[in-house]
């Protein structure tokens, strides 16, 4: 499974980036994901919105529907 979630994160990456930010996978413990954001993202005050409700549901909707994202700073 860890496969699938970095080959979806990476996907997700690209929209990150066209905005000016970026991710970076700190660890994936079972099925919780933590990231760090970077860039315009890291400072974002809707980091947590970009977390939950974008990459987050999207590897739910995708991937598996018990995965948990953190962000780590």
């Known amino acids: 499974m860890e496969k699938k979630i970095r080959d979806k994160l990476e996907e997700i990456r690209g929209s990150l980036q066209s905005h000016g930010g ?5 660890s994936i413990e079972g099925n919780t ?12 005050p809707h ?8 990459i987050e549901s999207v590897l739910r909707e995708e991937v598996d529907p018990k995965i948990i994202v953190e962000q780590v700073m």
């Open 22 to 26: 970026d991710m970076e996978v700190d």
């Open 33 to 44: 994901v933590r990231l760090k954001l970077k860039g315009a993202c890291g400072c974002c």
């Open 47 to 54: 980091a947590t919105m970009t977390i939950k409700q974008g």
